[in-house]
Nanobody, 124 residues
Framework: QVQLMESGGGPVQAGGSLRLSCVAS????????MGWFRQAPGKEREGLAS???????TYADSVKGRFTISKDNAKDTLYLDMNTLQPEDTATYYC??????????????????WGQGTQVTVSS
């Protein structure tokens, strides 16, 4: 299994921005589907965005236009750029991999390797 580690979370004011990063224990970002998810207290984990081996992206409606997923294969790093953050975005954010070149959706059940998560707290 691939080991993943997220970073970049922290406190931020509403309307602000953050960049989250995810590094892997091995070179994978041009070989697998990668995704970003989040989970707020008392809520189910939800898929936010995915990117496949070619760089094609998919976004959940809740973050489309505000969040951008990208990757730097040479640096083995996945990014989530989050803009116009709102208190409702407060959650633990996770990166994950699915065992396929193409991303078929944002279903958590399709992703098999997960990082520990990084906390994002948005204050009004």
């Amino acid at each position: 299994q691939v080991q993943l580690m997220e970073s970049g979370g922290g406190p931020v004011q509403a309307g602000g921005s953050l960049r989250l990063s995810c590094v892997a224990s091995k070179y994978i970002y041009d070989s697998y589907c990668m995704g970003w998810f989040r989970q707020a207290p008392g809520k189910e984990r939800e898929g936010l965005a995915s990117i496949d081996y070619e760089g094609d992206t998919t976004y959940a409606d809740s973050v489309k236009g505000r969040f951008t997923i990208s990757k730097d294969n040479a640096k083995d790093t996945l990014y989530l750029d989050m803009n116009t953050l709102q208190p409702e975005d407060t959650a633990t954010y996770y990166c994950a991999t699915a065992p396929s070149l193409i991303c078929y959706g944002l279903d958590t059940d399709d992703f098999v390797s997960w990082g520990q998560g990084t906390q994002v707290t948005v204050s009004s």
